[in-house]
């Protein structure tokens, strides 16, 4: 056999060995999807053990209840997305709505076992009769946490507008009128109005 033979036949079973290897099957967490190396035992963010199979996710199994279903102010059942994160910020977020007897839920973005790095995106919805009260609550816990509200809970001067003053997109450049509320060019969220002076 000559030499080129004796290197095709080796690297041929060199590869066939290594796409043996690399087909080990993955483990999943049940509860938020996430995808992990077989050498893993338990979810980073949820810190439950992985399993060798696809289930769907506990997050995406609650996604037709509210995170707060019981005492729930009034509901127009039709839910939008709020925000979208990971994990454990959309978790974070709902949890903040449900003190404040907002009715909110979450949902994936992708399918469980989609993505093959980083956790899931995660999308938090909540009722639309209930939004302009969430935006204001999820924007004032903001504020206290990144200490733009001081200890009596006044942000006077900030906060009251989400409007960039640069009369331009941050995002794509895109000039801006004084109605847009999203951005022509690239459809950047840019505007939400706060009533201030409510409680």
Do not use: W
């Amino acid at each position: 056999m000559s030499i080129v033979k004796q290197f095709i036949s080796r690297f041929l079973n060199i590869t066939s060995e290594e796409n043996e290897s690399t087909n080990q099957p993955f483990k999943y967490c049940p509860q938020c999807g996430d995808e992990y190396r077989t050498d893993f035992v338990t979810c980073g963010i949820c810190k439950v053990s992985l399993e060798s199979t696809i289930t769907e996710p506990e997050s995406t199994a609650t996604t037709q209840q509210f995170v707060n279903s019981q005492d729930a102010g009034e509901a127009s059942g039709e839910m939008v997305v709020i925000k979208a994160g990971s994990l454990a910020d959309m978790k974070g977020a709902a949890r903040i709505l449900q003190q404040a007897n907002i009715n909110a839920l979450l949902s994936p973005k992708d399918r469980p076992g989609a993505k093959c790095c980083g956790g899931p995106v995660m999308y938090l919805h909540v009722d639309r009769l209930q939004l302009r009260e969430a935006v204001k609550i999820l924007h004032h816990h903001y504020l206290e946490t990144t200490g733009l509200v001081d200890g009596a809970g006044s942000s006077e001067g900030v906060g009251e507008s989400l409007v960039f003053d640069t009369g331009t997109c941050v995002a794509c450049g895109h000039e801006l009128s004084d109605q847009d509320t999203n951005c022509p060019g690239c459809g950047l969220y840019v505007r939400m109005e706060f009533d201030t002076t409510a409680s």
